[in-house]
Every structure is written in C-alpha cells, then in structure tokens.
C-alpha cells in the first residue's frame, strides 16, 4: 500500500523536516494535512508558538494561534500512539472536535497529551531543524515553512 509510504516534507527556514504520515491512526486528520499542504496552505505560515522542551505549533494563517483554514472543524481522532519527541498531532481549542489546519511536533516526550491530542505523524528526519526554531509564546522572530509538500516513496 503506498499510503503507508506517504511523506510530508516541510522546507522550514532552520533546514528541511520529513514527516512520515499515519492514516491508520488518524485517517482523516492526515488527509487534511495533505489536502492544505497540496493547496499551499501552509507556505509562508510561522511557527508562533515554540516552547523550549515541550513543542513547535504552526498552522495558523494569522501568525497568532487564533485562525484556521476556510474549511470545516474535524472531529477528533485520539488514538493509541504516545506523544514523544517527534510526535506531529493536531492542535484544538478546548473543544475535543475543534482541530483544523494547526499542528505541533513534540520537542521532547509529553505523555500528559497522550489520547487528548490526534497524533497524525511522526518527524522521520530533520528533527534537528525544528530543534534549531526560534522560541517564543508567542515567538518575537518567528522561523516559518517556506513549504510543505506530501511526497511519496517509489
């Protein structure tokens, strides 16, 4: 099957990340990464919420965590799969239904969002660069994605 192949790969402004996708987790969660990754959503968009040993949250089309993409909320996929450092996972108001375009990489192990969060993937390479992110809550210089695209082991 070669979704169990799929990639994202973000060019960010510290270096490049490689991100293996898991649709058996989170089936429609990835499906969203990749439709606004294929849309371009997420070029040019800040990391503006870095925080020194827990993680790195982008996604947000203001810069400020306040905003999502045009389309619809989803539904919450929590799953199994712990939050350790590499973990991607949706970010959500309060609301357990509320994740959209934001996301988060885990920075170091943060077990207390373990079936909280939908954990969607997993940094594969490049972990170092998102290491590298300026930190901030929010962050005065943010780095951002230049871009993100889904790519496809052959």
Known sequence: MSEENEKIIIETTKGDV?????????PNHVER??????DGFYDGIVFHRVIEGFMAQVGCPHG???GGSDKPDLEQEFNDENHVRGTCSM????????????????LDDAPFLNKQYTVWGQVTSGMENIDKLER???????????SMKVATDK
């Open 136 to 146: 901030g809550e929010p962050v005065r210089n943010p780095d951002n994605i230049i």
């Open 18 to 26: 490689e991100i293996t996708l898991r649709p058996d987790l989170a």
């Open 64 to 66: 400020t965590g306040t």
């Open 33 to 38: 990464i990749k439709e606004l990754a294929n």
């Open 91 to 106: 970010a959500r108001s309060s609301s357990p239904d509320s994740a959209n375009s934001q996301f988060f990489i885990c």
